[in-house]
């Protein structure tokens, strides 16, 4: 608790340096490994962050927060077979329309856009089928501003893929 205050209201760097306190009283505390892994996610210090997300996932396999952060940390590494490998692994621990969206992205950064079509589709399809389970007052707006980001993100990968087979002509 006191990380996440500090983190709040003084930054990560300070957070940080209260979680590697913490590391060396509770070393295997999936908890405070996500959270600086998480933190130095947000600070930019991507392999450092890896490590402690790995850590977290070696205590904890299904542990979804991580292995999310621990995919967004290997876009940002460019490491895309592995970002491509958590995704899947994402969605089988949770199998949920954002998690789904993160999958046909990273089947589009590792250059399978037909894939990533599909798992956009995927995305989309459970969200309307969500939609449609849920009473009529609940939050209309939001899903339907969902459903036009899917559809964008359909186009922007297929406008993609149609420019990388022109370049590739």
Not at 4 to 32: F, R, T, W
Not at 49 to 67: C, H, N, Q, R, V
Not at 101 to 115: I, K, N, P, T
Request: charged share 20%; aromatic share 10%.
């Amino acid at each position: 608790a006191q990380a996440l205050s500090a983190g709040v209201a003084h930054g990560y760097e300070e957070a940080i340096a209260i979680l590697k306190e913490m590391e060396q009283i509770y070393p295997n505390d999936k908890e405070m490994l996500f959270l600086m892994g998480d933190f130095l996610y947000h600070t930019g210090q991507y392999v450092s962050a890896s490590k402690y997300l790995e850590k977290t996932l070696a205590i904890d396999p299904l542990f979804s927060g991580a292995i999310q952060h621990l995919s967004w940390t290997f876009l940002e590494l460019r490491e895309y077979t592995r970002v491509l490998e958590l995704s899947k692994r994402l969605v089988s621990v949770s199998p949920s329309s954002d998690h789904y969206y993160q999958l046909g992205f990273a089947y589009e950064a590792a250059g399978d856009f037909e894939g990533g079509l599909r798992f956009l589709h995927q995305a989309a399809a459970l969200q309307l089928h969500a939609r449609r389970r849920r009473p009529q007052h609940v939050d209309g707006v939001r899903v339907r501003e969902q459903q036009r980001v899917a559809a964008g993100a359909a186009a922007a990968v297929a406008l993609r893929r149609a420019a990388s087979q022109v370049a590739l002509q």
